[in-house]
């Protein structure tokens, strides 16, 4: 009999697009001759080899190096999803069923995801089939399983942290700044360098030296924080340390108990075992100076006068106790040049009525600048207001002293409640009450804040006025000096010049009955600093922005109180003296001598030659130190040397600039950006600059 073929095929298997995810929790198993990602991806790739007559094949690899099973919020789980969104993949294969997520609360989701876009989840090693009831069970029993370990462990950890810092042994971490690890005794020690700076960080702050000026101070030495470096996730290593000192960085430095030889953890402080960088009333005294609620950010309105009122902010009406405001009445003289006036702020908001009401902005400001000038003709008033002034001192300086020894007084009270509460909380009957002792620390603990800077303040006060130099033959050549320069000043020069020496101008209204039509008569109480415009213009200094008077030594002011007639009649406008010397001043000032080119009104640049030349020829002297003689802060010092890494073509174009309009056009705050650039890039960037 004749065999009989078959007819029948082979029919190929439909294809499986299949997924591999793999996880790991930390960094320590990543990288290395074969991580643990790598070997949860080949134990997937020979399952799938296994179940290649099913039609499976690899589409995609996602791992997740050093991402925890706490969240589904990880990128390859993100790209894993995505992928299935789009139809691409059909089956998820894993180790084990804990590397997809350790999460009660996000397995269902998940789990509902998979089913609506037709894909399955399959395990290496494990069944996780959810076609029964109890294999539903089962997988729901190995979430549960997987989040008890990741919980469990995380609060083991906790505990062992929580030992550790009552022991007082630092609890891992990033080294702090100032210390070195000692890997064999597993303790800290001092960094032979960095612990000398944050020593000076902090005797700095305690002294109410800002932190921005800290900060600009140790930038300009050449220090930088301490390298760190760093494995990322894609393998990368980084370096993201070695960077400037900020305001910020250095307030957690300075907050940081670890320098005071204590440990902390939850907000709770425990006595280290590591030696302390500083004492702990240094810690406290800076802290109580770093503290932001202390220290509200200055009000930066000054840069809004867009009139250039030369004397705002310091104007006041002594009737009212209010600030006179700049206000421009909308109409223009001759010239074109709008009505300036100062006017009552309680008059001008609330409408009410004032003995001062308002004042020509150019006949006061005219006034008080010519007033300075006069001074240095009439030495007799010096003198006299220099007595006056050293006398004041001395009763200033008692009262000081008394209200530092009843600060003391209040500061060792305030130790000795903080210290009954404290061990009030810690005791066990304080459970009922813990809330309301926990208040009652935390105000403690900020009025002992603010006493410890009202004393600092205090002992600076008291260390300028032993300290004080008023000689009268140096101020009354600064004056004849300021007398001289002014006019030659940009009008944003003179306001900051003005701001360096006269700290209050207040005006108060002529008896009634005293004055005839046409003519308004005040007395003017001028608070002079005088020594502070000694030392700038003896170091011919002018400020490139506001002054920040609260830089310089707090001096008690001189006051004068000149009586001033001002007469509104007439084609010029005049302001008559007639106490304590009679003067004449007139609106319109007459034109300024032509003097020679000077490093006043003209760019910034020739500042930083001459003062890069005078640094140079002391090179033992700091940026810092230098910087403070000039009377500027370091970080306008360090701004005017970065000028000097421009172009050579560029420099000789701004050192050949001669009008305000094309100085303020090539502005410091430009021209420092462009220096940053390279050579190329400045002379880019200057030619758009040029032509725009």
């Known amino acids: 009999m004749q065999a009989i073929q078959s007819n029948s095929v082979h029919v190929t298997p439909r294809p499986v697009p299949v997924a591999i995810y793999a996880r790991v929790s930390t960094l320590h198993q990543v990288g290395g001759r074969f991580d643990s990602c790598e070997s949860q991806a080949a134990i997937c790739r020979d399952y ?7 039609g499976w094949i690899e589409c995609a690899c996602h791992t997740d190096a050093a991402y925890s099973g706490g969240t589904m919020n990880r990128p390859g789980i993100q790209a894993l999803k995505r992928q299935i969104e789009a139809g691409q993949v059909k089956v998820v294969l894993i180790f084990k069923f804990e590397r997809v997520l350790r999460n009660t609360d996000e397995w269902a989701p998940f789990r509902a995801f998979l089913s609506l876009h037709g894909c399955r989840l399959v395990s290496a090693t494990e069944d996780l089939s959810e076609e029964t009831p109890s294999g539903r069970l089962k997988n729901n029993l190995l979430v549960s399983v997987a989040e008890y370990e990741r919980l469990n462990t995380a609060e083991k950890v906790r505990a062992k942290l929580a030992e550790l810092a009552k022991r007082g042994i630092w609890n891992c971490g990033l080294v702090p700044y100032g210390y070195n690890y000692d890997l064999l005794t597993k303790t800290l020690h001092p960094h032979p360098v960095e612990s000398v700076i944050v020593r000076g960080i902090y005797e700095d702050a305690a002294k109410l030296v800002s932190l921005t000026e800290i900060a600009n101070a140790l930038n300009e030495a050449g220090v930088r924080t301490r390298a760190r470096i760093f494995k990322r996730r894609d393998g990368r290593v980084q370096n993201v340390g070695e960077k400037l000192f900020k305001s910020d960085s250095l307030r957690n430095l300075i907050r940081n108990p670890i ?24 810690w406290e005294r800076a802290n109580a100076a770093v503290v932001k609620s202390l220290q509200p950010a200055r009000c930066h309105l000054q840069a809004r006068d867009k009139n250039c009122h030369i ?38 908001q609330e409408k009410t009525s004032c003995p001062v009401k308002h004042l020509s902005a150019t006949l006061l400001e005219i006034t008080v600048v010519q007033f300075i000038g006069a001074i240095a003709r009439h030495p007799e008033i010096v003198r006299e207001t220099l007595v006056v002034a050293k006398t004041q001192r001395k009763v200033d300086r008692g009262q000081a002293q ?58 600076q006060g008291l260390l300028e006025c032993e300290h004080a130099r008023l000689d009268t033959d140096r101020l009354l050549a600064a004056i004849a000096r300021f007398d001289e320069v002014f006019p030659r000043l940009t009008p944003a020069e003179q306001k900051d010049l003005v701001a360096l020496g006269v700290e209050r101008v207040e005006l108060r209204a002529g008896p009634a009955g005293e004055e005839s039509p046409g003519q308004r008569q005040f007395q003017v109480r001028l608070k002079l600093h005088l020594e502070r415009l000694t030392d700038g213009m003896e170091e011919r200094v002018v400020i490139e922005r506001r002054v920040d008077r609260a830089n310089w030594p707090q001096h008690a002011p001189l006051v004068v109180e000149p009586r001033v007639v001002f007469r509104s009649f007439g084609r010029s406008p005049t302001a008559i003296i007639v106490a304590p010397f009679r003067e004449e001043f007139r609106e319109k000032l007459p034109a300024a001598p032509r003097v020679e080119p000077s490093t006043e009104g003209a760019h910034p640049l020739h500042r930083a030659l001459v003062w890069n030349r005078k640094h140079l020829a002391d090179p033992t002297v700091s940026q810092a130190e230098f910087a403070r003689r000039a009377g500027v802060t370091a970080a306008t010092f360090s701004y005017h040397l970065k000028l000097l890494k421009l172009a050579p073509e560029i420099q000789g174009f701004l050192l050949a600039l001669k009008t305000p309009q094309d100085v303020r056009r090539f502005s410091l705050r430009r021209m420092k950006s462009l220096a940053e650039l390279d050579r190329d890039g400045q002379r880019r960037a200057f030619a758009r600059m040029r032509h725009a």
């Open 48 to 54: 799938i080899r296994k179940h290649a007559h099913e």
């Open 259 to 282: 320098y005071a030889g204590r440990v902390r953890l939850n907000a709770q402080h425990y006595a280290g075992r590591h030696e302390a960088l500083v004492s702990a009333d240094l």
């Open 311 to 348: 004397l705002k902010g310091l104007v006041f009406c002594a009737h009212c106790d209010r600030a006179m405001i700049p206000n421009a009445s909308g109409k223009r003289d001759s010239a074109g040049r709008l009505y300036r006036y100062y006017t009552c702020s309680q008059a001008h």
């Open 402 to 459: 008394v209200r530092l020894g009843e600060i003391d007084k209040s500061l060792a009270q305030a130790d000795e409640h903080l210290q009954r509460v404290i061990n009030a909380i810690t005791a066990d009957e304080a459970d009922l009450i813990g809330d309301e002792l926990r208040a009652n620390a935390a105000k403690l603990k900020d009025e002992k804040q603010q006493l410890l800077v009202e004393r600092e303040k205090l002992r």
